[in-house]
């Protein structure tokens, strides 16, 4: 039997901590990835993301995760394409490097710009260009699907990792 949403809203709060919760999901090990597109300006913006995975496969559909207090988020919020970058483990400086605030983050990255204008890093393990298809909040976050416009992937080389926290 479906309980309504509204049901399912009115629900008492979890029986858990935040951080009980986020030690609990760091229990599964996720793939590393950055995102990148161009502001209303045309400059490019990119962040780290290890909440990325696939949707469909008929239409090539994928989403990720934008927390809605990231700096990036007006940027990513209004774009019209993106570009998703599965990184290799060699690539943990590079995470490290998108994930710090107030940086330039392209700074001594190879990157192209697409037929988009959105930057491809050079040398991602997969890349998946994007249309920017649908978007829901929920919590604290912005749920991005994209329509995969194209893709390329690397065979010889193993993922970068994010697991308790840790990449590896």
Avoid at 18 to 47: S, W
């Amino acid at each position: 039997m479906n309980t309504p949403l509204s049901a399912a809203l009115a629900c008492p709060p979890p029986a858990f901590t935040e951080r009980e919760f986020r030690d609990a999901l760091g229990q599964f090990a996720t793939g590393v990835t950055v995102v990148t597109t161009v502001d209303a300006q045309g400059q490019p913006v990119g962040m780290t993301v290890s909440s990325f995975n696939a949707v469909s496969l008929a239409p090539a559909l994928v989403l990720w995760s934008l927390g809605r207090s990231a700096g990036s988020y007006p940027a990513f919020s209004q774009c019209s394409h993106y570009v998703v970058h599965v990184l290799a483990s060699q690539h943990k400086d590079l995470a490290l490097q998108f994930a710090q605030r107030g940086v330039d983050r392209f700074a001594g990255v190879d990157w192209q710009p697409n037929a988009q204008g959105v930057p491809v890093i050079a040398g991602a393990l997969a890349t998946f260009e994007c249309r920017a298809r649908s978007q829901y909040v929920e919590g604290d976050h912005l749920i991005m699907v994209g329509e995969v416009l194209s893709c390329q992937h690397a065979t010889n080389a193993s993922p970068l990792l994010y697991h308790r926290g840790q990449m590896g």
